[in-house]
């Protein structure tokens, strides 16, 4: 069984929570959780189709996709997906170097602005598989121009 997480956004409790605080409102929980999740799809599809920065709520920072050119060089060698095949052949190590993608890696970015939440280092924004999945497509479509709305930004 899962632990019980007060965090997630679509959980039975932040609902009752919203229905207490709003007494006259009459909302299920499974159109509560269709709000929430449709909005989340809306935000993902958005910041894929345009590649802006979006700003969250509360100055909790910005959402948006990082693309960035891994090191081949150094002590960033680990993070390169080695060709196994090519190493045998060549005697040294051969990394893939995302041809369909000019040699650029992507990835969803969440850079966090506000300074004033405590622990806001500890927290972690992950995207769901199908969006990543929604990213792969784009990049290896030929055809299709979005990726290079993508911009590289530094990690703060």
């Not at 995302?98 to 992950?126: S, V």
């Not at 995207?127 to 497509?137: E, F, G, M, P, T």
Request: charged share 30%.
């Amino acid at each position: 069984m899962r632990p019980k997480r007060d965090f997630r956004s679509g959980s039975k409790d932040n609902w009752k929570r919203l229905k207490k605080e709003h007494k006259n409102l009459k909302l299920s929980f499974q159109q509560y959780r269709q709000v929430i999740f449709r909005f989340y799809e809306l935000l993902i599809d958005h910041i894929l189709n345009t590649g802006d920065k979006v700003k969250l709520r509360g100055d909790l920072g910005v959402l948006t996709i990082n693309k960035y050119k891994p090191d081949l060089g150094g002590k960033k060698l680990y993070y390169n997906l080695i060709d196994w095949q090519s190493t045998k052949e060549v005697g040294s190590y051969t990394f893939y170097l995302n041809p369909h993608t000019d040699g650029y890696c992507y990835y969803f970015m969440w850079q966090r602005t506000n300074r004033n939440i405590p622990l806001l280092a500890i927290w972690k924004f992950e995207v769901y598989d199908i969006h990543k999945r929604k990213l792969n497509s784009i990049l290896l479509d030929p055809k299709d121009r979005r990726k290079h709305f993508y911009k590289q930004y530094i990690r703060y």
